[in-house]
């Protein structure tokens, strides 16, 4: 495996946190990005990592990598109005790196071998997400509220990060990009590139209400205890 860069996108308004920015939300005794940075930091495969703020944040962003000594933190740039035009501003940032390692920085409880196992999954086609087998009953509803359809669950699976990507291929889908998406995969798969999925972790939920936050911390002091 090459040089990998990541980029950890935390440029969100977090408006389902009642007024908190999640990005900085106390959690376990530090802020809620820093538990999501340190395991890149502590990633042996990851050599450049940059940081997406939302533009009243980078200052303290610069203050917090300076703080807890993050080395490998490259650059903190501001977001875009888009969770993809935040990607596509970290991506500029990235250099000479031959794979990418996107994640969202709201999803705090991720570990260095959930990146490790992204990478691998990668090189057998260029692409590859974390996602989780969906385990509830899925209806396609129409605007009228009735049912249109019930997708086998057993194909269904809830996507989550990190996505890691050959820099090649996610540079080539963020030229190319037409219409808003919900994920990075999204517009690799509409240049006709195959995204492999490999297995997510229960654990790696992602921070967007408060209750959430209560849960990540659980899940973190869980890990301290063994």
Known sequence: MKKVGAIVVAAGASKRMGGVNKIYANLAGKPLIAHTVDVFQACSSI????IVLSDD???EGHQLVKELGWSKVV?????????????RNGLERLSDCQWVVIHD???????PNLIERGLEAARQSGAAIAAMPVADTIKVVASDSFVEETPLRQRLWAVQTPQVFRFDIINEAYRKAEGDVTDDATLVENLGYKVKVYPGSEANIKVTTPEDLLLAEAILRSRERG
């Open 75 to 87: 650059d903190v740039c501001p977001g875009g109005a888009r969770r993809q035009d935040s990607v």
């Open 57 to 59: 944040k980078v200052e």
């Open 105 to 111: 920085g709201a999803r705090p409880c991720l570990s």
């Open 47 to 50: 050599n450049q990592v940059v």
